[in-house]
């Protein structure tokens, strides 16, 4: 089935240096990908809607320079956070759309220290 | 708004009981519906869907039913297993210009031997 790989899976990072996460579709061309972060105990929020050769749709409250996403080709979208601080410290998880449904990458843990 | 709600948890639940865990959703339209399940520490696995009325999404045991005269879509399962403990996810797909998924507040199971 498709496959969402996203890397890395961990970070730890010191606080205003900058991360990239990368999202690709292994076996699927994927125009639409999605960023969401998950805070500990907490439901995933949509932060953004990645298209491929365009600009990034953002959620209402989402920083658009402190979460810059590029979508460059069809099988992968990165989301750099900038600046990070500790409050950035979070799960954050992509997914690209296909023709039956969503499948979702494994998520990346940012530590901010 | 849309919005997805479910049942608070979290649920404790023996061996081999029967599990339901409520959701509904408030959309315009008839989004697809999904249960997705989140292992400790782990990304988002599809566990069963249903793209319209009256659909039954099922798999290992789950099952689900589309009903658009309650826009409810509960999760059900005969017999839990110590290994179904996770948390789980109901999340509709939304038809906007870029199709959104957005997620209920997630319901944390945890089956004692």
């Known amino acids: 089935g498709a496959v969402v790989s996203q890397h890395p899976s961990r970070v730890i990072c010191k606080s205003g240096t900058s991360v990239k996460i990368e999202c690709r579709s292994l076996d699927f061309q994927a125009t639409t990908m999605f960023w969401y972060r998950q805070f500990p105990k907490q439901s995933l929020m949509l932060m953004a809607t990645?298209?491929?050769?365009?600009?990034?749709?953002?959620e209402q409250g989402v920083e658009k320079d402190k979460f810059l996403i590029n979508h460059a080709s069809l099988t992968l979208s990165t989301l750099t956070v900038t600046s990070a601080h500790p409050e950035d410290s979070s799960f954050y998880i992509c997914?690209?759309?296909?023709?039956?449904?969503?499948?979702f990458g494994s998520g990346t843990r940012l530590t901010v220290v | 708004g849309n919005s997805v709600t479910q049942m608070e948890g979290p649920v404790t639940l023996s061996e081999e009981a029967f599990l339901t865990i409520n959701c509904t959703y408030t959309?315009?339209?008839?989004?697809?519906l999904f249960w997705y399940v989140q292992y400790p520490g782990e990304g988002l696995q599809l566990l069963l869907k249903a793209t319209k009325a009256d659909d039954k999404g099922s798999n290992k045991g789950f099952e689900a039913t589309y009903r658009k005269e309650t826009t409810s879509f509960h999760l059900e399962k005969g017999s839990v297993q110590v290994s179904d403990s996770a948390v789980y996810f109901c999340?509709?797909?939304?038809?906007?210009?870029?199709?959104?998924?957005?997620f209920g507040p997630g319901t944390s199971l945890s089956v004692i031997p």
């Open positions: 999340a509709a797909a939304l038809k906007t210009s870029y199709d959104k998924v957005i």
């Open positions: 959309a315009t339209g008839y989004p697809s």
């Open positions: 990645s298209n491929e050769g365009s600009k990034a749709t953002y």
């Open positions: 997914s690209a759309s296909q023709d039956y449904g969503y499948t």
